[in-house]
């Protein structure tokens, strides 16, 4: 009995918030405490639990005394630290250093493990337990500061406390309860604001995909209508004249589509518009008319409106013209000029046409880069109606259409039988036309070619003079060493000349497809021609010698008088 009343006697029983009492009154204190200050309050942490009950022996009336006044004592410092802290919150000391004004947990640190004391965290003053087992028990608790608390502990209402550990509440209202922060609710905001980040990436995506369309669709439209008004107006437009033909009671979408195949207009659609627009509509002539990309939707508008009756020209191409010789021809008819009926045969695209594939190109880096026109020995000679000022490719297209009906499958068969190409034959046929005075003696000339082409080894230049004279047709006083006049001359090139020299008419043709077969010429290699009489009179000879003689006889050629 005498330790127990030795051990009820605290030291410092007003300041202490720990006492040696029975568990009982431990108990009980702890009850009034975790009233006040809840589960993780600064007190509620030290109260020991009644796990032993034989420590109730040492209990006395003297101690319960004591324990009340000591929880009465920490009730009203924990009020005064509840207002000093409101009023800190209040004023907006959000700086202020909690640690220092009301202490932590950590300061709760035992200072002399021999003396089992502790430190007050109202009052800094020293605690002695005297029980030790109570001692190691509170020692082994875990301490932790008061600013790692997760509630309020000023709060004076129990209820309220466990409120605010459920709700948690404003920090700054000291009348608010404290949020308690869940690890959990936590994660479910960084996934929430990353879900809106995503969202909202997503919105900036799709807003910058809508505006990069509507830009492009701008773009696209912009660029149509930019067309639509440089076809409108004409502009960079090739002023080429070209035929077309609009049939009678043809629609004004049918007008459309024939200038646009024939690439007057680039955009019919608003072609159509544009005439709609304008009244036209219904107001077109039929016929042929002449027209030009350069005169806009305006001007072949007006022209196909005001169309009467087209003069017209008949033009005969004799036998024998080169392409040059036609191209003025026709200058001085009115029916184009020459200029552009010489361009359109360079540069047209004629490949429509059959028999083009049988012309090889020319030009450097061609088989025949000496060869001067293309197109020459394929104007076919013939009475044309053309009309006055017409379109050269419309011209072109006649000589052409002629041609082809001419070159017939008969025709085509008997050329390739005599051992020749479409393009060597009228290249023969224009030689044969300058070399032979009359359509009689075109056969026989072409013998003695023929004869020369397959014995090139004996004779491989055809030596015709009149070869060489087209080549200074096109180049005023050529030198005899120009490489033009080497591929034309027929005393210079192999077998038969680069090119045909002139437009053959049908007779020259079928003549060097046909070579005079009469026993008398089949094996001649040599002719000539007498021009002094009337009519006159060509000679053939199998020799050299044979051929000199009749030429000193007659006086043909070099031994003409």
């Known amino acids: 009995m005498a330790d127990t009343e030795k051990k009820s006697t605290p030291k410092k029983s007003t300041t202490a918030k720990k006492t040696t009492a029975s568990k009982a009154e431990t108990a009980k204190k702890t009850t009034t405490t975790k009233k006040t200050t809840a589960s993780k309050s600064t007190v509620a942490k030290k109260p020991a639990t009644a796990k032993k009950p ?41 700086d202020m250093n909690l640690d220092e004004e009301f202490g932590t947990y950590e300061e709760a640190k035992p200072l002399d493990k021999e003396n089992m004391e502790f430190t007050d965290i109202s009052s800094g003053e020293a605690v002695k337990i005297d029980d030790e087992e109570d001692f190691e ?103 080429e ?50 027209l030009a990309p350069k005169e806009g939707y305006q001007g072949i508008i007006s022209s196909l409106q005001s169309m009467g009756e087209r003069a017209t020209v008949d033009v005969t191409i004799p036998e024998g013209l080169s392409v040059l010789e036609i191209a003025n021809l026709l200058e001085e008819n009115e029916v184009c000029a020459a200029s ?80 020749l190409t479409v393009d060597e034959a009228i290249t023969l046929a224009s030689i044969i036309q300058h070399e032979a005075d009359n359509e009689r003696d075109m056969a026989k000339v072409s013998r003695v070619f023929h004869n020369r082409l397959e014995d090139l080894s004996e004779y491989p230049h055809l030596q015709s003079d009149v070869t060489t004279e087209y080549a200074e047709k096109f180049i005023p006083n050529v030198s005899t060493e120009n490489e033009t006049y080497k591929a034309y001359s027929t005393y210079d ?20 497809a046909n070579p005079n ?31 000199m003689y009749i030429c000193q006889k007659y006086g043909i050629g070099i031994h003409a008088s």
């Open 241 to 290: 004249q070209i035929d077309v033909t609009i049939p009678n009671g043809a629609t004004t979408k049918e007008i459309a589509t024939i200038l646009h195949d024939n690439g007057l207009i680039s955009h019919p659609l608003i072609f159509r518009v544009f005439s709609k627009f304008t009244h036209s509509d219904g107001t077109y002539q039929s016929g042929v008319f002449t």
């Open 54 to 94: 034989a420590t109730a022996k040492k209990t006395t009336t003297t101690k319960e005394d004591t324990a009340s006044k000591v929880a009465a004592t920490l009730e009203d410092e924990i009020q005064q630290a509840e207002q000093e802290r409101k009023k800190k919150i209040s004023s907006f000391h959000l």
């Open 493 to 512: 090139c192999v077998g038969l000349p680069t090119g045909p020299i002139c437009n053959p008419g049908m007779a020259a043709i079928e003549a060097a």
């Open 137 to 239: 028990e509170e020692n082994a608790k875990p301490k932790e500061t008061l600013k790692s608390s997760s509630f309020n502990p000023f709060s004076e209402d129990e209820e309220t406390q466990e409120e605010l550990l459920e709700s948690g509440g404003n920090s700054l209202d000291p009348d608010a309860p404290v949020r308690l922060i869940d690890e959990e609710e936590e994660v479910v905001k960084v996934k929430r604001k990353v879900g809106n980040a995503e969202k909202k990436a997503t919105s900036c995506l799709g807003g910058l995909l809508y505006i990069v369309c509507i830009l492009a669709i701008s773009c696209i439209l912009a660029f149509i209508a930019l067309t639509a008004i440089f076809d409108m107006l004409a502009i960079n437009k090739s002023s």
């Open 340 to 419: 552009e009926f010489l361009s359109e045969l360079a540069n047209g695209d004629f490949s429509d046409y059959e028999f083009i594939d049988d012309i090889p190109e020319i030009g450097e880096g061609t088989k025949y880069p000496h060869r001067i026109y293309r197109f020459e020995g394929y104007l076919f000679p013939d009475t044309y109606t053309f009309y006055l000022q017409c379109a050269p490719e419309t011209v072109i297209t006649k000589f052409f259409d002629n041609f082809k009906e001419k070159m017939d499958t008969k025709l085509r068969a008997a050329i390739k039988a005599s051992g």
């Open 517 to 547: 077969s009469d026993k008398d010429i089949i094996n001649c290699y040599y002719f000539a021609t007498d021009l002094s009489v009337e009519p006159t009179v060509t000679y053939y000879s199998e020799t050299y010698s044979e051929h």
